[in-house]
């Protein structure tokens, strides 16, 4: 069981603050090397490197093996899952840092992204449990304008982060204990693992945020399921569902299959009761928000022939309170 987790304790504030970084990777040998490359060349360095492979077919592990043999990182192999926050859970048992700072290998951090974000840390009047930063999006070498991302970042970000998830992993310098009392991230969800384990942060503490492009993310190498719109939708909206406490088993766009949630986090949430409870008005919020995506996801599903979801729709509670 772990202690009260609180805010105001500055026992973390200090030049002792520990760091673990985890890498999760599957069949990325070239871009999981370049993002070990972007850590082991921060200003300050973290205290452990944790790179959890899924099961790589190619060579990964054969790339990353003098890195591991130079003691520089740690190599983590599992069985393939397919499953993202698998990995990352897998990192964060293992770890040994106060702070967990993830990288996902298709990303790149700035040389002083982990010095910046230590900085905050250390001057803050209260511990904080999560800093994150802005990052900056490249296809094929050109900038992706963000433009049109506006926000709130900094504080209480929760109405904002249950429209998308405003907070990327590989951003993140979160406190291990925080996430093993939340149980980490979903394993039953190919994407938007992360956004319902954002939601439980920012719906009971403030979180920090750094205005600066302090991580490079890179799109258009590969088959990318995030970028396409109907399917994180849909796991946006199974992670919600969970978040308010119901289950509707919402029908799966065609070529997906239905995957059960499973209980993994139930042993990892002994310490859930420590937290600071989820409030009333956060709830309404959030059961607002869920209903608004479920119209728009309809709409769309509805638009593509998609008489499944449609039926489902109809018949369902939430049809019956418009």
Known sequence: MIGRI???DSAAVGCSVTISVIIPTYNRAELVQQAVDSVLTQTHQPDEILVVDDGSEDETVAL???LQAMGKIRVLRSLHSGMPGAARNRGIELASGEYIAFLDSDDLWMPDKLAQQLALVRRSCQVPMLVHTRECWNRNGREISQAGQRHRSNGQVFPDALKKCIIGPSTVLVRRELLLALGGFREDLPVAEDYELWL???????????DQPLVEKRAGHGPQLSEQWGVI????????LDFVGRHDPIPAPPGLPYLPANAHRAGWRAGIDMLPQIGSEQLL???????RKLRVFVRGAA???NAEILDW????EWYQEE
């Open 6 to 8: 609180d805010a105001s």
């Open 64 to 66: 990353l093996q003098p």
């Open 303 to 305: 638009k593509r022939g």
């Open 285 to 291: 919020l959030a059961e607002a928000e869920l209903a």
């Open 233 to 240: 939708e849909y796991f946006r909206l199974r992670a919600l």
């Open 313 to 316: 729709y109809i018949q369902s």
């Open 200 to 210: 439980h942060v920012a719906a009971r503490y403030p979180v920090q945020y750094i």
